[in-house]
């Protein structure tokens, strides 16, 4: 444990020789100090007080003579004024970590922007207000009722700041939808909410969410300051991003089958389509492949002679380094995917390897987005 002795520094002039020998020995005794040689036969020396009675028996035993040139307290104060410092500064923090210092809105509409300040300041929330006294639900419920031009508000803290982030309620031209719509928008797919665009309705989601299929996006109504809902036409796009995936299995101790050189063979004598005469094959074999081949017997007539072949095969071990097959084996979890997703709708792609037991696993991930 430090003692206040452990701020006191203290200087020595140290007059002797062979001062490598002091310099070691006050390295195996811990002490902590500076030294600067400042001829062959004279070393100053700085330590703290703490070390001194140690110091002086290592300097009588060794012979050395020394004295005191300084002793000075000036660590002390310094390290008390930082200490009282950074309390302070604790304390300031923990105080104005519990009040919003500034209100930050998330819009290029300087209109827009001064509707909502000004809908923030009647009821004072804002600056100076205390965190726990802001009800995030309750501020966008009135932003929503008092500044039409919305279509949806999300309110969050970052830091000390209150955050305003807001949707337009009129939609781009290009994303205005054509039909009226008075069920609500749906899910089509489970993925996360990557775009929202609200004219008419009340989002019941935001960017970020991650949703379910069939889960309702969009209700078709709005909500007035009293909580009432009244009926009305959906008027909005939402955009989901979705992962999909494929993956296949690779075990580095297999089996491959491969042919004896054992075989039979069926045969049917088919005309126009129809077996006049048929060979069946006696198979004993426990593992076997086939192959089918067809023969004309007559140029003349459809007279046609189809051969079975069953080729004996037996398992033959084969080991497989899975570094060795790894390349390949994400590049066929690639391909499985794309047969179900279009290239050019590729936002993201990545790829995971897991092993459970002798089983390797190779999944590969696609990110897209659509439109529900």
């Known amino acids: 444990m430090y003692s206040w002795k452990s701020f006191l520094r203290v200087g020595l002039k140290v007059r002797g020789a062979n001062f490598n020998v002091l310099i070691d020995e006050?390295?195996?005794?811990?002490?902590r100090f500076k030294a600067q040689r400042v001829t062959d036969t004279e070393l100053n020396i700085e330590t703290t007080e703490n070390n001194l009675p140690v110091l002086f028996d290592l300097l009588k035993n060794k012979c050395y003579n020394y004295s005191i040139t300084y002793k000075s307290e000036i660590g002390l104060p310094k390290i008390l004024g930082v200490v009282i410092g950074l309390v302070f500064c604790l304390i300031v923090l923990l105080v104005l970590s519990n009040f919003c210092l500034g209100v930050q809105i998330n819009t290029d509409d300087t209109e827009l922007s001064q509707k909502i300040q000004s809908v923030l300041a009647e009821n004072s929330w804002g600056s100076g207000k205390s965190w726990g006294s802001l009800d995030f639900d309750e501020i966008e419920l009135n932003l929503l009722t008092h500044v039409e031009e919305l279509s949806m508000v999300n309110v969050s803290r970052f830091g000390a700041f209150l955050i305003v982030n807001v949707n337009e309620g009129t939609l781009p031209d290009e994303l205005n939808p054509t039909e009226e719509n008075t069920q609500g928008i749906f899910a089509s797919a489970n993925?996360?909410?990557?775009?929202?665009?609200?004219?008419?309705?009340?989002?019941?989601?935001?960017?970020?969410?991650t949703v379910s299929f069939g889960q309702m996006?969009?209700?078709?109504y709005r909500e007035t300051a009293e909580g009432e809902q009244i009926p009305t036409i959906v008027k909005a796009d939402v955009y989901l991003y979705l992962w999909d995936s494929e993956t296949v299995e690779f075990c580095e101790n297999t089996y491959e089958f491969s042919r004896t050189g054992n075989f039979v063979v069926s045969r049917d004598v088919v005309f126009a389509g129809n077996v006049l005469k048929s060979e069946s094959a006696n198979v004993n074999f426990e593992h076997y492949e086939t192959e089918t081949l067809t023969y004309n017997i007559s140029n003349?007539?459809?007279?046609?002679?189809?051969?079975t072949y069953y080729f004996e095969t037996t398992a033959v071990p084969v080991k497989k380094e899975f570094s060795a097959e790894?390349?390949?084996?994400?590049?066929?979890?690639?391909?499985?995917?794309?047969?179900?997703?279009?290239?050019?709708?590729?936002?993201?792609?990545r790829y995971t390897i897991s092993q459970i037991g002798e089983i390797y696993y190779v999944t590969y991930y696609t990110k897209r987005e659509i439109k529900v």
Do not use: H
Request: charged fraction near 25%; glycine fraction near 4%; charge should be neutral.
């Open 26 to 31: 006050l390295k195996k005794q811990n002490i």
């Open 191 to 209: 993925g996360v909410v990557s775009r929202i665009f609200v004219a008419s309705g009340t989002a019941l989601v935001k960017v970020g969410d």
């Open 217 to 220: 996006l969009v209700a078709p």
């Open 300 to 307: 003349i007539l459809p007279l046609k002679m189809v051969c």
């Open 326 to 349: 790894e390349d390949s084996l994400i590049y066929e979890a690639k391909q499985k995917l794309l047969q179900k997703v279009d290239e050019t709708q590729i936002l993201d792609e």
